[in-house]
């Protein structure tokens, strides 16, 4: 894929294009828009398309090139680029009236709802009771069927007593003014068949075996079947409400290589998210997904983490932008990790003459804390701190841009010459040629930058000691005080940063198989301000290496917008050990291995999936059913998602046989259990008849 070579004349050509002529709905920006100095918003991919056909005279295409590379090729013609913020719509159904918040919504093109993911669905009666989905063992949640079938599952009894010929001539769906009614409420798939060959249709289970199967395809399809439901059936004031958004441009695509788009998996909004552990999460703080192996466990951990970080739009890992990503850290215990991956702790590190030291590095909990800890903190700054702040760095920016490195030369107070031989994010390294005790020292970055956001006037080292709360003078506050003049020198020369206040984010961090290290030596005195009730500096604690920190009194704490989650196999034999100050400090939540069957959807095989339900529940009432053994060694769903590479055999041989066979290891008929395992699974064993025959024979 490449662009097309358009000159920035033309791109201005088609923004004036667009003012005219306007944007296609199929031509909307789902991720990125090109903003101009007035305000007004356009897409990247279809500005270039635009430019393309002014400047060359070809046909109006976006097919050759994605999103991305429109955005980078505008901006580096100097457009400004934003990142678009999606929004959720609401649209309401009643027996008089179909109103969508989106202004872009017609019933007469209702085809358009191919462009949209469902969010949330209920049903409302007049006096503001909300019914939901009861969803059935292994459906698919909050899909493009779930309207219909809250309309199936309210007016049941209604639409079971029709006849059949009002059944057969019950609206269902029309696209536009001018097109057919499709019409109909069927008792089975092939009775549906009959009249409409197609795979675009929705089942409803009711009464021990009996179905509802009627037409349904995109998001809006069934407005028209739910809205006659209402009618015949409501009463005044009823209404159902469907929350939706726009579809990522990686769902788009994702889905138009799929030959069955209706049966995209969504799952359940719950109080502003789509999952109902999420919203489980945002109130305990710190949550441990508990239960048999295979539940779907590490995986569930991830469709929170996105559920929650994209504020309910998406529960795909991958559809998180990099900058979102960054509100995510994954780590997963063992025996061996310790504080020192965990917290922080000292680290060999090659001195510049070639020696082996120790440094002091953080691990990755305190990696994240301090991400979590800034956006925090920042978010309770107001916009004229923020851009002091950004002029600061700014200005910093400049002046380290500016400075040759190794070469210009800088004196303290005293006169001492020094020069400045490299910056990092954390330290300013400087050379002092004229010092024989202490030739190269590294001061603290963070100290100039404080100096700096003060707004104070320092005259004089004992105006630094005195704001940082010393009783002495350190040796670094010289060189800070010389660099901070000379920042302040050149200063003036750059301009007022505008900025707006920070958002507040949301930050999760995953702990997965969190039972399988030791907890205390890991976590260390973090027990106290792990607790949900100690969150914030009211938690702050003192590390074990504070004394090597750059100031000894600063404090470690968990901020307020930090959560936990955890995951834990029942059956790992180091569950028993797990620290009752951990268990006090984290909500349990058990994922049984019948729970999450919906992720076998990603098999995309209903067929398949049927049958490795059923396989699954029949091996795992026969584990139950083994004295010694429970609903903790059940086998999970996630196991089965290996179908897609392996059959059902392999499946057995390769990865649930092993493990079984350790579950049972010493027990008495260990050869009769497995055979008990192997005919529930539906496994044939290839080999046991040829033992047999052989054993009879020698006999």
């Given at each position: 894929?490449?662009?097309?070579?358009?000159?920035?004349?033309?791109?201005?050509?088609?923004?004036?294009?667009?003012?005219?002529?306007?944007?296609?709905?199929?031509?909307?920006?789902?991720?990125?828009?090109?903003?101009?100095?007035?305000?007004?918003?356009?897409?990247?991919?279809?500005?270039?398309?635009?430019?393309?056909?002014?400047?060359?005279?070809?046909?109006?295409?976006?097919?050759?090139?994605?999103?991305?590379?429109?955005?980078?090729?505008?901006?580096?013609?100097?457009?400004?680029?934003?990142?678009?913020?999606?929004?959720?719509?609401?649209?309401?159904?009643?027996?008089?009236?179909?109103?969508?918040?989106?202004?872009?919504?017609?019933?007469?093109?209702?085809?358009?709802?191919?462009?949209?993911?469902?969010?949330?669905?209920?049903?409302?009666?007049?006096?503001?009771?909300?019914?939901?989905?009861?969803?059935?063992?292994?459906?698919?949640?909050?899909?493009?069927?779930?309207?219909?079938?809250?309309?199936?599952?309210?007016?049941?009894?209604?639409?079971?007593?029709?006849?059949?010929?009002?059944?057969?001539?019950?609206?269902?769906?029309?696209?536009?003014?001018?097109?057919?009614?499709?019409?109909?409420?069927?008792?089975?798939?092939?009775?549906?068949?009959?009249?409409?060959?197609?795979?675009?249709?929705?089942?409803?289970?009711?009464?021990?075996?009996?179905?509802?199967?009627?037409?349904?395809?995109?998001?809006?399809?069934?407005?028209?079947?739910?809205?006659?439901?209402?009618?015949?059936?409501?009463?005044?004031?009823?209404?159902?409400?469907?929350?939706?958004?726009?579809?990522?441009?990686?769902?788009?695509?994702?889905?138009?290589?799929?030959?069955?788009?209706?049966?995209?998996?969504?799952?359940?909004?719950?109080?502003?998210?789509?999952?109902?552990?999420?919203?489980?999460?945002?109130?305990?703080?710190?949550?441990?997904?508990?239960?048999?192996?295979?539940?779907?466990?590490?995986?569930?951990?991830?469709?929170?983490?996105?559920?929650?970080?994209?504020?309910?739009?998406?529960?795909?890992?991958?559809?998180?932008?990099?900058?979102?990503?960054?509100?995510?850290?994954f780590v997963q215990f063992h025996p061996s990790y310790d504080y020192s991956d965990f917290v922080e702790g000292?680290?060999?590190?090659?001195?510049?003459?070639?020696?082996?030291?120790?440094?002091?590095?953080?691990?990755?909990?305190?990696?994240?804390?301090?991400?979590?800890?800034?956006?925090?903190?920042?978010?309770?700054?107001?916009?004229?701190?923020?851009?002091?702040?950004?002029?600061?760095?700014?200005?910093?920016?400049?002046?380290?841009?500016?400075?040759?490195?190794?070469?210009?030369?800088?004196?303290?107070?005293?006169?001492?010459?020094?020069?400045?031989?490299?910056?990092?994010?954390?330290?300013?390294?400087?050379?002092?040629?004229?010092?024989?005790?202490?030739?190269?020292?590294?001061?603290?970055?963070?100290?100039?930058?404080?100096?700096?956001?003060?707004?104070?006037?320092?005259?004089?080292?004992?105006?630094?000691?005195?704001?940082?709360?010393?009783?002495?003078?350190?040796?670094?506050?010289?060189?800070?005080?010389?660099?901070?003049?000379?920042?302040?020198?050149?200063?003036?020369?750059?301009?007022?940063?505008?900025?707006?206040?920070?958002?507040?984010?949301?930050?999760?961090?995953?702990?997965?198989?969190?039972?399988?290290?030791?907890?205390?030596?890991?976590?260390?005195?973090?027990?106290?301000?792990?607790?949900?009730?100690?969150?914030?500096?009211?938690?702050?604690?003192?590390?074990?290496?504070?004394?090597?920190?750059?100031?000894?009194?600063?404090?470690?704490?968990?901020?307020?917008?930090?959560?936990?989650?955890?995951?834990?196999?029942?059956?790992?034999?180091?569950?028993?050990?797990?620290?009752?100050?951990?268990?006090?400090?984290?909500?349990?939540?058990?994922?049984?291995?019948?729970?999450?069957?919906?992720?076998?959807?990603?098999?995309?095989?209903?067929?398949?999936?049927?049958?490795?339900?059923?396989?699954?529940?029949?091996?795992?009432?026969?584990?139950?059913?083994?004295?010694?053994?429970?609903?903790?060694?059940?086998?999970?769903?996630?196991?089965?998602?290996?179908?897609?590479?392996?059959?059902?055999?392999?499946?057995?041989?390769?990865?649930?046989?092993?493990?079984?066979?350790?579950?049972?290891?010493?027990?008495?008929?260990?050869?009769?259990?497995?055979?008990?395992?192997?005919?529930?699974?539906?496994?044939?064993?290839?080999?046991?008849?040829?033992?047999?025959?052989?054993?009879?024979?020698?006999?």
């Open positions: 894929m490449s662009i097309p070579r358009v000159k920035k004349e033309s791109v201005i050509e088609a923004l004036k294009y667009l003012d005219a002529n306007g944007v296609p709905f199929h031509n909307q920006s789902t991720k990125y828009e090109l903003v101009t100095d007035d305000g007004k918003r356009y897409p990247p991919k279809y500005v270039v398309a635009i430019a393309d056909h002014l400047e060359n005279g070809t046909d109006i295409s976006t097919g050759g090139f994605n999103a991305v590379e429109a955005k980078n090729f505008l901006e580096g013609q100097g457009f400004s680029i934003a990142t678009k913020q999606q929004e959720k719509f609401e649209l309401s159904i009643t027996a008089e009236s179909i109103v969508s918040t989106d202004e872009r919504f017609t019933m007469d093109n209702i085809s358009l709802g191919a462009n949209y993911k469902p969010l949330d669905v209920y049903f409302q009666k007049e006096n503001g009771v909300a019914v939901k989905r009861a969803y059935s063992k292994g459906e698919r949640r909050n899909s493009n069927q779930t309207l219909p079938r809250i309309a199936c599952q309210v007016f049941e009894k209604q639409i079971a007593s029709l006849s059949v010929e009002e059944k057969e001539s019950f609206p269902v769906c029309r696209y536009t003014p001018n097109s057919e009614m499709i019409c109909g409420i069927f008792a089975s798939v092939d009775e549906y068949k009959r009249h409409r060959n197609t795979i675009e249709y929705m089942t409803y289970g009711y009464d021990n075996g009996r179905q509802f199967v009627i037409y349904c395809w995109n998001i809006f399809s069934t407005i028209r079947f739910v809205q006659e439901c209402l009618k015949r059936f409501g009463d005044p004031g009823d209404k159902f409400v469907l929350t939706y958004r726009e579809k990522d441009e990686k769902e788009t695509v994702a889905e138009e290589s799929k030959a069955t788009a209706a049966q995209e998996e969504l799952v359940q909004q719950f109080k502003g998210y789509r999952n109902p552990f999420s919203s489980m999460l945002i109130e305990s703080k710190n949550l441990i997904f508990r239960g048999a192996p295979g539940t779907g466990k590490s995986y569930l951990a991830k469709e929170i983490a996105a559920d929650i970080i994209s504020n309910g739009y998406f529960d795909d890992y991958t559809l998180l932008t990099d900058e979102q990503k960054k509100q995510v850290e000292l680290r060999p590190k090659v001195n510049d003459d070639g020696t082996i030291g120790f440094e002091l590095q953080d691990g990755i909990f305190k990696k994240f804390l301090a991400r979590a800890r800034k956006n925090y903190e920042d978010s309770q700054k107001s916009r004229e701190t923020v851009e002091k702040e950004l002029s600061v760095q700014e200005a910093m920016a400049e002046f380290f841009a500016s400075v040759e490195l190794g070469v210009d030369t800088f004196k303290t107070i005293n006169g001492n010459e020094f020069t400045i031989i490299s910056v990092d994010d954390s330290h300013i390294n400087i050379s002092i040629p004229g010092n024989a005790t202490v030739n190269k020292l590294s001061l603290n970055l963070d100290e100039v930058r404080r100096m700096l956001e003060s707004g104070l006037r320092f005259d004089k080292i004992k105006d630094i000691t005195t704001f940082f709360g010393k009783s002495f003078a350190t040796q670094a506050y010289s060189y800070d005080f010389a660099i901070y003049k000379a920042i302040k020198a050149q200063k003036g020369t750059s301009s007022k940063m505008q900025a707006k206040q920070t958002e507040l984010k949301k930050y999760i961090f995953i702990i997965d198989e969190i039972n399988r290290g030791e907890i205390s030596k890991i976590f260390g005195e973090l027990f106290f301000a792990i607790d949900p009730g100690y969150r914030g500096k009211a938690g702050e604690i003192s590390t074990q290496y504070s004394n090597l920190h750059p100031n000894p009194d600063e404090k470690l704490y968990i901020p307020e917008n930090v959560y936990i989650i955890g995951t834990m196999n029942d059956i790992d034999r180091s569950v028993d050990s797990f620290d009752f100050a951990m268990r006090r400090r984290f909500r349990f939540v058990e994922l049984r291995a019948d729970e999450r069957l919906e992720m076998l959807a990603l098999l995309e095989n209903e067929e398949q999936e049927a049958e490795a339900i059923r396989r699954m529940a029949a091996l795992n009432k026969e584990i139950a059913s083994v004295e010694d053994l429970n609903e903790n060694y059940q086998i999970g769903a996630s196991y089965f998602l290996k179908l897609k590479t392996l059959n059902f055999d392999q499946l057995w041989t390769d990865y649930l046989q092993p493990l079984l066979q350790e579950y049972i290891q010493g027990m008495y008929d260990e050869e009769g259990i497995m055979k008990r395992f192997e005919e529930a699974y539906g496994y044939q064993n290839p080999y046991r008849g040829d033992v047999h025959e052989a054993a009879q024979n020698q006999g």
